[in-house]
């Protein structure tokens, strides 16, 4: 390289730096650049790990993923390292939230990032708080469809869209005077069910009843309309993992003190169901009889 050099300065009278930059342009120092990537992603995990979530595995499984599989370090080549404080930011407001007063994703992400957007489905911050709350609720990844991540971030404390957001009743009573609870009682006088959202869940009263019936298969549900109409007992159904409109009615029906009664499923269904674990609320398994009001 001496040599090189050396001729180069005799003959053009440039060095070989000189020459190579000419032809290429600066030239650059990869070992430096590869200390400085990876003192840049030591710091981004550190201040990660120092989170108040880093007690829990799903967490520290979730932070050692990332650094397994490289995204840690593309977010660094991209300079975009603040997304992972930001993923951290949104994890620690929901595991301290309840869930069953969500917050809908564009407050979220404006509250915490700036950006109404940023949550977004496809979002790059929004696949790294998803793949988070995957872990923390048990699935083997995140649900591929827009479906399975609405219900991943129902269950975690957030809604994409409180009119999308929906649960199904039938007979469910309300003794409060505004719109929604005339459609509801008008419903039940029928025996017709009814599908609320959560926007329209949210000003009513708590419903009426003492003992509220919950099934998973809106199958029940319909045969419970067809065979028994007004005369069923109050009765929501969950639809698989409980919606955030669902965890809304049943809440206000608990708080007032009603009985929420559902017949437990077996041990199978039970593991065959992916995502319940992520859900924080849970009601009595009481085996009930009949849907019939007494």
């Known amino acids: 390289m001496a040599d090189l050099d050396a001729a180069l300065?005799?003959?053009h009278g440039s060095g070989l730096r000189d020459t190579l930059e000419a032809l290429g342009g600066p030239l650059r120092d990869r070992p430096a650049e590869r200390d400085r990537e990876a003192r840049r992603r030591e710091t981004a995990v550190a201040a990660a790990a120092g989170s108040v979530l880093a007690a829990q595995s799903w967490y520290r499984g979730w932070l050692s993923a990332l650094r397994a599989d490289g995204s840690i370090t593309r977010l660094v080549r991209r300079d975009d390292e603040l997304q992972l404080e930001q993923a951290v930011q949104i994890l620690e407001f929901l595991d301290a939230r309840d869930s069953a007063h969500p917050v809908p994703l564009p407050v979220l992400a404006e509250r915490l990032t700036g950006d109404t957007k940023a949550l977004l489905a496809g979002e790059p911050l929004a696949a790294l708080v998803l793949r988070a709350l995957a872990m923390r609720s048990g699935l083997d990844?995140?649900?591929?469809?827009?479906?399975?991540?609405?219900a991943l971030w129902e269950t975690s404390g957030a809604i994409a869209d409180d009119l999308a957001s929906q649960v199904l009743v039938l007979n469910l009573c309300c003794a409060g005077d505004d719109m929604v609870s005339g459609w509801l009682n008008d419903a039940a006088g029928s025996g017709v069910p009814f599908r609320l959202t959560l926007q329209q869940a949210a000003?009513?009263?708590a419903p009426a009843a003492d003992d509220i019936y919950v099934c998973e298969n809106p199958a029940v549900l319909r045969v419970a309309a067809a065979e028994l109409g007004a005369g069923s007992a109050a009765l929501v159904c969950t639809e698989g993992v409980p919606s955030a409109a669902c965890h809304a009615v049943l809440g206000k029906a608990a708080g007032r003190?009603?009985?929420?009664?559902?017949?437990?499923?077996?041990?199978?269904?039970?593991?065959?169901?992916p995502g319940t674990r992520g859900s924080r609320r849970s009601w009595p398994n009481t085996v009930v009889p009949s849907w019939k009001n007494a």
Not at 141 to 150: E, H, I, K, N, T
């Open 203 to 205: 000003p009513i009263s």
């Open 141 to 150: 990844g995140v649900p591929r469809d827009r479906a399975g991540q609405r």
């Open 9 to 11: 300065r005799r003959r």
């Open 257 to 273: 003190g009603a009985r929420l009664q559902n017949r437990p499923r077996s041990p199978a269904r039970r593991r065959a169901a």
